[in-house]
Structures are given as C-alpha cells and as structure tokens.
C-alpha cells in the first residue's frame, strides 16, 4: 500500500504502518491538548490508542498465522486509523479452512479480553465498573472493553467483517460457494440498511459503518460471481498473444506511432532479450511533454513489472491484477515471454462465455487504471 511504512517483520510477514495512522495520533493529541488536558494525560491517550492498535495487530496475525498454517502466505498487515488489513495471498476455498481462519482473529481480542479480566479478577475483585466508569477508567478495563467491542464489532455478520466470512463459510458447508457469498452478502447488506436506519437516530456513526459495509458486500460478492465463472480457466486461454513489443532504447516517438497503430495500451519492454519493464499509454503522455518525441523508452517506463505464468489459474493472475490495480500484466511461459493479460480482454472472455451460457453471470466491470509512475 503506497504511503506506508514498516515497523517490523515477524514470521516473514511485514508489519506496515499507514501514514494516515500519525494524522489520527496528531489528531487526538492536539484535540486533547486543545481541551485543556494535561500533558500526562494526553500521553496516557496516546499510550491507550497504541495499547488499541497492538490488539488489532495481534487480532490481523490470528488470521495470518492461521492462514500460514493451511499454507497460505500473508503479504503484510498495515495499520490504517480505521483499523488493520491482512493481505492474504488468498482466501483458503476449503469452507472449514475459511471459517478457521476468519475465526482467529476475533478469537485473539477475546482471549486478549479474558486475560484482562483474569488480571483484574486477582487485583480488584470480580465486579466489572459501571459504563460512566470504564471511560474514565483504569487502563486495563478500557482496553479489555474496546477489545470486547472489537469481537462484537468483527463479528457482526457482514462482509468485510470477520462475520461475513464466518457466515459464508457455514453456508458453503451446505451450498455452493457462489451462492453462499450471495446470499452471505444479501444477508450483509440487509443488515447495513437496519445499520443505516438506526443511524438517522442514533448515532451517526452506524451510518459510516452502514455504507462501509455495503461496499464491502456488493465487492465481496462481485468477486465471488467472478471466481465462480473464471473457475477452471488458466491464464494461456484468454492471453493476448498477437502484442507488440518495445526496446529500451527506442524512442517514445517510435511507441507513439505502435500506439496510434494498434490497440495496445501497454508495451513491455525488453532489454538483451529480457523483459525488464512496461511502457503505459499514461507514462507515454506524461513523458513526451518533458523528453520530446526523442527521448528514450528508458525514462518513461515502469521497472517494476507485474507477471503471469501461462499455467497459472485465471482466478489467481486476476485477483493480483486487482490488489494492483493493474490494466495489463506480462504472461510468460517458461521464463520467455508469452503475452499479455489485459483486462480488455478479460471483458470480451466474459461477454464471449455469457453469450454462450444460458445463465448471465452478474458482473459490474470496472476497468482498473494503471498506478502513475
Ligand atoms: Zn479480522
């Protein structure tokens, strides 16, 4: 994720900080400060958001670690001021493995939320304090109340929340994948109208949650009806193999002229016969303004370069090209390049298949637009 840092890597899994995560931290300490508190109050502020964040980090490693055991690796985990995101190379298909690994998270904060309880048990007693007493509460009740949250708020049963997860996986013990994320996400976006209509009045913020789980329902969905239909399919069926080609040395004048000639957008670049990166249409543009119908492929291109192996499964390459944002990605075979995976292409394989089928899949299809360099 652009504009994130790394804190530290544990069991081979980066854990990435989000610039946007030190607004919230400025944000809390100067909204304090500006309210009168003293300093040592504000540092205990602070100190309480990080405690919050160390539980969202574990909470992200219950899924990674889990995943890692059913041997799926985890990209990284990032901090975002709205919480954490695992990025799990993928979800496990098995329906007991997802559920595990959904599960695991909520698990960690409840957990987090017993030991807590346990400490305070030994050191105050069994009564809990009454609700105007946690916010002004010791430290360890305020954390073992946000974690208590944390599992409810997890598992409310909708995507993108560990519920939504939960609940299609115990569906798709019985029905179809597709169908249970269906009717999972059917299930989720009913309960983000109730959330919604609660909001208007109560409190506003189930209103942010209500959409934030309406987009994550309809996405969850839609990426499921495109598992379903691209299920069985390898990558050398819908790669482009009749493609143009660029030298690192030629001139941004000679591409604009393939450009104007085919209907390629995207030109790898090859380099003593090696694929070493990607021409796009949109560094074409930015770059001849400043280098000239001269410059060189060199300046303009995109080193890093994003492939596909022609045996791979369709379902796999594709979702990498959407957590990249990609339009195009290389196809090689063998080490050698092969093609190119563009989602132009992608959208005729679909129009083509649902024209043939009977059953039309419902699919919104959003063209994604290449990262500027
Ligand atoms: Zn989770």
Not at 87 to 94: K, T
Request: proline letters at 5%; hydrophobic letters at 50%; charged letters at 15%.
């Amino acid at each position: 994720m652009r504009w994130s840092f790394s804190l530290f890597t544990f069991r081979r899994i980066s854990v990435r900080v989000h610039a946007t995560f030190f607004l919230l931290l400025l944000w809390i300490g100067f909204s304090e400060a500006a309210a009168g508190a003293p300093p040592l109050q504000v540092l205990q502020s602070l100190g309480f958001i990080l405690a919050l964040f160390a539980c969202v980090v574990l909470h992200e490693f219950g899924h990674a670690l889990t995943a890692a055991h059913y041997g799926i690796a985890t990209r990284d985990i990032t901090l975002l001021p709205i919480g954490g995101v695992a990025r799990l190379e993928r979800m496990p298909e098995e329906p007991k493995r997802e559920l595990a690994v959904a599960v695991a998270g909520p698990a960690v904060n409840l957990l987090i939320a017993a030991v807590l309880y346990g400490i305070l048990f030994l050191t105050t007693g069994p009564e809990l304090p009454s609700a105007p007493a946690i916010m002004r509460g010791e430290f360890p009740v305020r954390l073992l109340t946000v974690n208590v949250a944390l599992v409810v708020f997890n598992m409310l049963p909708a995507f993108p929340m560990d519920g939504g997860r939960i609940l299609r996986a115990l569906l798709a013990l019985r029905i179809s994948y597709a169908q249970a994320t269906s009717t999972a996400a059917t299930i989720g976006q009913g309960l983000a109208l109730a959330l919604g209509f609660l909001g208007f009045f109560g409190n506003p913020f189930l209103i942010l949650i209500a959409v934030f789980v309406w987009i994550g329902a309809g996405q969850e969905a839609n990426m499921a009806q495109m598992r379903a239909f691209f299920s069985g399919t390898v990558v050398r069926e819908v790669t482009v193999t009749e493609f143009h080609t660029v030298n690192s040395g030629d001139t941004l004048g000679n591409v604009t002229r393939l450009l104007l000639s085919s209907s390629q957008k995207d030109f790898p670049v090859i380099e003593n016969g090696e694929l070493v990166g990607m021409l796009s249409r949109e560094a074409l543009a930015k770059a001849l303004p400043e280098h000239g119908e001269r410059g060189s492929v060199q300046t303009a291109m995109h080193r890093e370069v994003h492939t596909a192996d022609a045996g791979e499964t369709l379902i796999n390459a594709f979702t990498r090209m959407q957590e990249s944002g990609l339009r195009t990605m290389a196809v090689t075979q063998r080490g050698e390049l092969y093609g190119l995976l563009t989602t132009e292409n992608l959208g005729e394989y679909i129009a083509i298949r649902s024209a043939m089928s009977s059953r039309t899949p419902r699919i919104v299809w959003e063209t994604p637009q290449l990262p500027q360099s």
